[in-house]
């Protein structure tokens, strides 16, 4: 298991490249179940999870080669596996965006329900429920979905959750209404960069959807689908990641191949706190020169301000002047990583469904627990701005989702190392309450959460002996 050891107060600066979009490679992927012949697929980031669903569709029968850095062909060799194993889908809950394609192309799916997660529930009922509503028949056995249906009928279909509309559920009934026959209509759709991706490639193979970036879909069903050539839109969140990261450090980043159009909500909330983005050839710059003041943000789905960078952004306020509430309308209690940054000298408070950010001077260097994707991302960014070391545990979270992200920061002037998680690794300035001479085997030392964590700063490092 590997760490990052990271020296903050190091400014960032220089040029990055923004990488392709996981949430849009990962349905993408998936959707090449549905076409005749192969597909060339470019941009596609050099994830953990990207590994993991190319294992997975190597399973259902796809033959899935990496032509380069970030190229990967892909093409249907085998059509009889119809069953998405437990193993692969429990390390990755994208595993679900194989139900559509495979329900629609094999008339048969049986696909793993996908874990828990630290982000909070996330049921797939109501992508279920679109597609029994194309015609599927749906049963649950043995912690399995199995879905049959000789074939799949078009439908007037409303796809709004309790917390609205649904990325991969909206990808999965898309991907199943494209060979349905007759049309399909799917009203509160979700709307996000990563869904047009999908629906753009799908138009490419052969589909015929209108209403792609609404909340509208109408879908007229085809006979079959073909293999094309794809490139992957730039991943939004790493780049307002990166942007964050600039902002922290008081650097200046210039981030390659962003599209700002997919992310109006963060530019505005981002300007908003106090961070300069200006656009420039092939991208936009992000620095950190003003002070940062404080500001409410709320997590929406798109366009609203993404979720997926809700713990990033908690990370600037934890910098800025005055108090802040965040609140994150998708995953309500999507607050694993706020103990975290209180152990890195953040002062925040969950108060009812939010958490009130009282913004500090300064952070300093701590050992900490990366509990999910974007809370690892947000540890780093704390890290990269506090004072003296920190160290940051579970970077496997952050490998899933993030390519090379501390080649990249290193690129930028980070000192920041991924090394073996390992006490002779520890930097000697750390005292930690879990540092003694053997690290507690990180699987049983888990993050601060509930009621308390707010009194994390509270504990004491035991005295090194
Ligand atoms: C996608 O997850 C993303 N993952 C998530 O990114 C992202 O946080 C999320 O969308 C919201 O934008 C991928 O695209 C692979 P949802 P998804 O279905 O599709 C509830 C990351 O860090 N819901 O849009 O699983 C659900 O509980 C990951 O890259 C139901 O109630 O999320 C949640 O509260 C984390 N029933 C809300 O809707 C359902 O059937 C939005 O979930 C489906 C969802």
């Known amino acids: 298991m590997d760490m990052f050891v990271v020296r903050g107060g190091k400014p960032l600066v220089g040029r990055v490249a923004v990488s392709g979009a996981k949430n ?60 998405a194993d437990y193993e692969l889908v429990r390390r990755m809950r994208a595993g679900v965006c194989v139900l559509g394609p495979l329900l629609a192309s094999r008339g048969r799916a049986c696909v793993s329900l996908p874990g828990g997660c630290n982000i909070g529930h996330r049921p797939i009922d109501v992508h279920l429920k679109g597609l029994a509503a194309l015609g599927a028949d749906i049963r649950i056995e043995n912690g399995y979905v199995i879905a049959t249906a000789t074939q799949l009928q078009g439908a007037d279909i409303y796809l709004g959750g309790p917390f609205g509309s649904t990325v991969t559920g909206t990808c999965n009934v898309l991907s199943a209404a494209v060979l349905a026959n007759g049309v399909t209509t799917i009203e509160a759709a979700a709307c996000e960069p990563e869904v047009v991706d999908l629906g753009n490639l799908l138009i490419k193979m052969g589909a015929r959807i209108e209403g792609l970036g609404t909340p509208f879909l109408r879908i007229e069903g085809v006979a079959s689908l073909a293999g094309v050539e794809h490139t992957i839109i730039r991943d939004r969140i790493e780049a307002a990641t990166l942007m964050i990261a600039a902002a922290l450090t008081r650097g200046r980043v210039e981030l390659e191949g962003v599209c700002l159009h997919h992310m109006t909500a963060v530019v505005e909330k981002l300007r908003e706190i106090g961070v300069v983005l200006e656009r420039c050839d092939n991208g936009a710059i992000a620095a950190g020169e003003n002070r940062l003041v404080a500001s409410d943000c709320i997590a929406l789905p798109y366009p609203g301000i993404p979720t997926d960078i809700q713990a990033q952004l908690m990370a600037l306020l934890c910098c800025a002047d005055g108090l802040s509430i965040v609140t994150d309308k998708v995953f309500p209690d999507r607050f694993m990583h706020a103990p975290e940054l209180v152990r890195l000298g953040a002062r925040i408070r ?116």
Do not use: F
Request: hydrophobic share 45%; glycine share 6%.
């Open 350 to 465: 969950r108060e009812s469904a939010s958490a009130i950010i009282n913004g500090v001077d300064r952070l300093s260097g701590a050992c900490v627990m990366a509990s999910d994707l974007r809370a690892s991302a947000a540890l780093v960014l704390a890290s990269l701005a506090a004072e003296g070391d920190s160290v940051v545990r579970r970077i496997y979270h952050l490998d899933r989702g993030y390519e090379r992200l501390d080649d990249k920061l290193r690129q930028l002037g980070a000192d920041i190392r991924r090394v073996r998680d390992a006490p002779e690794n520890m930097p000697g300035t750390l005292h930690s309450e879990i540092l003694s001479d053997q690290l507690v085997d990180t699987d049983d030392v888990q993050p601060i959460s509930g009621p308390n964590w707010h009194r994390a700063a509270s504990r004491t490092p035991r005295q090194l002996s």
């Open 24 to 83: 849009a490679a990962l349905p993408i992927m998936a959707a090449t179940l549905l076409a005749d012949g192969s597909s060339r697929l470019a941009g596609v980031p050099d994830l953990v999870d990207v590994a993991t669903l190319a294992e997975l569709l190597r399973s259902l029968g796809v033959h899935v080669e990496r032509t380069n850095a970030d190229g990967m062909e892909l093409s249907v060799v085998d059509t009889k596996p119809w069953v």
